[in-house]
């Protein structure tokens, strides 16, 4: 069966418009977390927001200003250097990943404007994609996905090369759903700490190249598993079950042992069950003693764009031979011990595990390797 | 105080979609969540949100919730003592 | 070669099982429907009565479909073209006006299409593969290949395909069961 690489990855985040610059941001520490009101209603939230003349000076520069909405703009800035590079084929397909689209329209009673299908099939047409585009829309685990899904289409010999965009706005609509939730944290979240008070949410595009071409900077996707919990929809297991399977699906496939996992990039919200849910599974899974971090305290929770941005961000961890400090974490405080990252440092990395977990009890594990 | 509690009930029948239980099935003090009338954690949410439209009353600390919650009886007390409307 | 053993669709108040009718309701509306199939099937579920009526559509479904089910390696791939837009207007209509904003937890949960796939995967306690997607129609040219790939793989031990249209009144569920044994190929044509 034919292996499947991640190449080239562009994210457009708060923190930059390409993977360097979001990179140096990370190695320098730096937050995207800031306290902002988007509205009377909301109040204050610590978020991470694009800054929006940035963002148009970038759109203005790439000559998409007038396209669609902001998200499809955004995603239209995300895939553009990639295409510009990657031509495309009669047999490449693209894939979106989202949670909402363009759920603002609806704010606007415009119900067909938050029609999903048809924003990808705007995207594949300004592009010229001769295949239909495939839209996952599972929850927080939807990015993740979408990178397992583009291997197996990969591995079924089904598509030439596939083009993944993961994206998601900062929304009225979402964070007054995590706000009902009391799910939000009032302060930078803080992944596995003591003292963690919730989750932030942030935004950001995303766009990556999949292909089955072994080059210099080629990233292998080793294994790949999406496990539901089966135990509630929106409370994660206390067993971590679904993301504990994931992982052990994940390494059978890759023939891999725990003991062989250098470094885990994990889904780490910030919030109380969340990363307790994280920990029981890691620990049932041996890993527990493996270097973790979580990407949250840099970006906040960028749902359906998060499992795409944190893997692109693991894949470049495994180019430069890097880990991450895990921002936020001070204080060991979840109900099994972890090893939490807390230097960002240069350190030999050959094989990482990426997992993401979301509502619906879905989860996804992605196991990657630069041999 | 009776008048307040049927209301509750009502109330919670309604915003949590029990379907097949009426007001005389609910006991003054039976547990509303576990054992009871198996409640969960988005129906904690959700009386939260009710205490807030219906009374005028902010819950801000979720812990707070479990003994307020813990019947119908301790739920009415809650409310006569904070309602601001 | 996979083969479809079973095959559902519900729409209008009608529910034909494997081609025969197998249930008719006097209401043609989703409510009246949903509720009436609930007490056909003399289901003990409480939790039923609180999802959203996609949720309550890709149920209904499986409950249909999954009777006599012993495998628990069933993935799910379940598709529609409006993601969980009922849900979605509900949560709008919440925080719409900022004089009556109340957000409701228990309406927002439902504002992913995937949860439909956790109502399913809890139900049946099916610790397995899913996914959802977002197309204008079917998208058979992915999941038929898909499917095949996770009997193949052994990701999965059968698969369970479903569209789940729900759009104001209009409803439509269409599922089939895909596993080794079965009188139907499965190929674009029989899924189409």
Request: proline share 4%; glycine share 6%; with cysteine.
């Amino acid at each position: 069966m034919r292996s499947a690489y991640i190449q080239e990855s562009v994210i457009i985040s708060p923190l930059g418009f390409d993977t360097a610059q979001n990179f140096k941001q990370l190695q320098a520490g730096n937050s995207a977390l800031r306290k902002t009101t988007l509205s009377a209603s909301l109040g204050e939230t610590v978020v991470a927001q694009l800054d929006e003349e940035a963002l148009n000076n970038h759109f203005q520069a790439l000559g998409v200003e007038s396209f669609g909405s902001r998200m499809e703009k955004m995603s239209l800035a995300a895939l553009m250097p990639i295409i510009q590079q990657r031509p495309i084929t009669a047999n490449s397909l693209l894939i979106l990943s989202t949670t909402k689209g363009n759920i603002q329209a609806l704010a606007d009673q415009d119900i067909q404007g938050s029609f999903i299908p048809a924003m990808a099939k705007r995207i594949a047409d300004y592009f010229a994609f001769q295949q239909e585009p495939l839209v996952i829309s599972n929850a927080c685990v939807s990015g993740l996905m979408a990178l397992s899904v583009a291997k197996r289409f990969i591995q079924m010999e089904q598509v030439s090369d596939v083009y993944i965009i993961a994206v998601d706005e900062l929304t009225p609509f979402v964070l007054s759903g995590f706000q009902s939730f009391q799910a939000l944290s009032p302060e930078n979240c803080r992944p596995y700490d003591q003292d963690r008070q919730g989750v932030n949410l942030g935004e950001a595009a995303v766009a990556c190249y999949v292909s089955s071409v072994k080059e210099a900077d080629s990233i292998r996707i080793a294994g790949d598993a999406n496990i539901n919990d089966a135990n509630h929809i929106s409370g994660p297991s206390r067993t971590g079950e679904g993301l504990y399977l994931s992982i052990q699906k994940a390494l059978q496939e890759a023939n891999l042992k725990a003991e062989d996992i250098d470094y885990v990039l994990a889904h780490g919200t910030a919030t109380r069950y969340n990363d307790d849910m994280e920990a029981i599974a890691f620990h049932r899974a041996g890993l527990a003693n493996c270097p973790t971090t979580s990407l949250k305290g840099y970006y906040g929770h960028t749902l359906g764009a998060a499992g795409l941005l944190e893997a692109v961000i693991t894949a470049e961890c495994l180019r430069r031979q890097f880990v991450l400090a895990s921002l936020g974490y001070a204080h060991p405080g979840t109900t099994e011990p972890m090893h939490i990252q807390q230097e960002t440092l240069a350190k030999e990395i050959k094989t990482a595990l990426k997992t993401a977990s979301g509502f619906a009890g879905t989860n996804t594990a992605l196991i990657l390797t630069t041999d | 105080m009776a008048e307040l509690k049927e209301l509750l009930k009502e109330q919670i029948i309604d915003v949590l979609n029990l379907e097949d239980i009426t007001v005389a099935d609910i006991q003054d003090n039976d547990p509303l969540f576990g054992e009871g009338l198996g409640l969960d954690s988005i129906d904690a949410l959700e009386l939260i949100v009710l205490l807030d439209k219906e009374y005028g009353i902010k819950l801000a600390d979720p812990k707070q919730g479990k003994e307020i919650f813990s019947s119908i009886q301790t739920l009415a007390q809650f409310v006569e003592q904070n309602r601001t409307k | 070669m996979y083969y479809i053993s079973q095959y559902i669709q519900l729409q209008a108040g009608t529910v034909l099982f494997n081609g025969n009718p197998f249930f008719q309701s006097e209401h043609s509306e989703f409510k009246g429907f949903a509720k009436e199939l609930y007490q056909k099937l003399e289901l003990q579920y409480p939790k039923f009565y609180k999802m959203d009526n996609l949720c309550k559509l890709a149920f209904l479904a499986s409950e249909i479909i999954l009777q006599g089910n012993q495998e628990s390696d069933v993935a799910l791939l379940f598709s529609n073209q409006e993601a969980s837009l009922g849900s979605d207007l509900q949560h709008q209509a919440h925080i719409q006006d900022p004089e009556q904003y109340y957000p409701s937890p228990a309406v927002f949960v439902y504002t992913l299409p995937n949860i439909s796939i956790g109502e399913v995967s809890i139900r049946h306690q099916f610790k397995s593969e899913s996914m959802f997607l977002l197309a204008d129609a079917y998208p058979s040219t992915y999941l038929l290949p898909y499917t095949q790939y996770l009997l193949a793989s052994g990701k999965a031990k059968k698969v369970l395909c479903g569209w789940f249209r729900m759009q104001d009144d209009n409803y439509e569920a269409c599922c089939y069961l895909v596993e080794k044994e079965g009188p139907i190929a499965h190929e674009t044509q029989t899924i189409e």
